[in-house]
């Protein structure tokens, strides 16, 4: 049985007081133009610049959230390594995985400790009044925090005997 509209329901885009009618008002041209940008097949990631938080991220923001995230991610990667070492896992524990052990080990370490240099980048940019960092010092910041950790990992999944050939 079908209900009647109600009504309040009515004009639900009209401005009444205590409502969120008006932000909803304002806010559906935006939807609008999101869902064309949606469609926009040549540039796909257009559709992210007119999202509110990242049009408004800045390198404080950008690295902030970088940071905690890689941070979560290498701490994860650190109980991994000790899961395996608590199980005495073969693959990792064998004397002939020495140079594997120690590249995860390097990995997580390094990943962890640039996870943290991020996150003190981005609490600085914050704090220190007049503080300010290139466009490309941020990238490398964030760069070295994925490709440093990630040679090494790499290296840790093709790791050799380190005997002379």
Known sequence: MARAPSPAREGAYAPRSGSIAPRRAKLLPRLAKF???????????????DLHFVSRMNYSTRHLRFGWWALAIYVCLGIVLETMHG???GWYLDVGNEVRRLMFTLGHFHGTMLALVNIAAGLTIRSVEGFRIKRSVSWSLI???????GGFLLGGFVAYDGGSR
């Open 35 to 49: 869902s064309i940008n949606l469609c926009n097949l040549r540039n796909p990631w257009i559709f992210f610049a």
């Open 87 to 89: 199980f005495k896992i």
């Open 143 to 149: 760069g070295a925090a994925i490709l440093l950790p």
